[in-house]
């Protein structure tokens, strides 16, 4: 249990569908994160929070959408995606963005799979 | 560009040492991170070396050489638990993590 969790664990869609995943963290953090996770490569940031602000956007495609309702919940919306796009989706903490260790707590990341 | 390498994969055997190294071309530095993933979890936070030198945890160690680009996770009387991918990242001038993709290391008895 690290204290950031992750709804649904796996979901399946289709290419026209709309879905979104959720993320809540119960650890008092500023900063949230979404992170993409693909077999055999380097985690990739996607969307920055912090104090609900969005901070980051590393060129994601509109497809994907971030919500930060306020600093404890995270969504990221996700509508007609292409199959590429199925990977693991990570969600994360910190207490802020540049703290002195300022580790990142994980959630265990939801499983995409887009037919 | 900034880039993050470390091996694919390593086995190694129970009760065994191994080290898994991490090299890095970064637009400047502001700590190293490693990062333990069991298959299907999340990655949990292993240790953070920002100044030269050994930082020892238990079984597990890290090690850093800012001047070398060079960093090292050394794991001791290894469990069969242990088994999992070993993420290690460097956070740049910016704060950004730079992440290399991860060690998967399988420890056979």
């Known amino acids: 249990e690290t204290g950031v969790t992750q709804t649904p664990r796996h979901l399946v869609m289709g290419m026209t569908n709309k879905k979104s995943l959720k993320c809540e963290q119960h650890l008092g953090h500023n900063a949230m994160y979404w992170y993409k996770q693909s077999a055999k490569k380097p985690l990739e940031l996607m969307f920055v929070?912090?104090?609900?602000?969005?901070?980051e956007n590393n060129s994601v495609p509109s497809r994907f959408s971030p919500e930060c309702p306020n600093s404890s919940h995270l969504f990221l919306h996700l509508h007609t995606l292409q199959p590429e796009d199925s990977a693991l989706y990570l969600c994360a903490s910190s207490q802020d963005l540049a703290g002195e260790v300022g580790e990142l707590f994980f959630g265990e990341g939801s499983r995409l799979t887009v037919l | 560009g900034q880039n993050i390498d470390q091996p694919t994969e390593m086995t190694a055997t129970e009760g065994a040492i191994v080290q898994i190294n991490c090299t890095y071309q970064?637009?400047?530095?502001?700590?190293l991170f490693w990062y333990q993933q069991h298959a299907g979890e999340a990655p949990t936070f292993l240790s953070y070396n920002v100044l030269d030198g050994l930082e020892e945890k238990g079984r597990f160690s890290s090690f850093l050489s800012r001047s070398k680009g060079y960093s090292y996770l050394l794991l001791k009387e290894l469990q069969m638990k242990d088994s999992a991918s070993y993420l290690c990242a460097v956070r740049d001038s910016n704060y950004q993590l730079i992440w290399g993709a991860g060690t998967k290391l399988i420890i056979k008895p």
């Open positions: 929070y912090n104090f609900k602000e969005q901070t």
């Open positions: 970064t637009s400047g530095f502001n700590g």
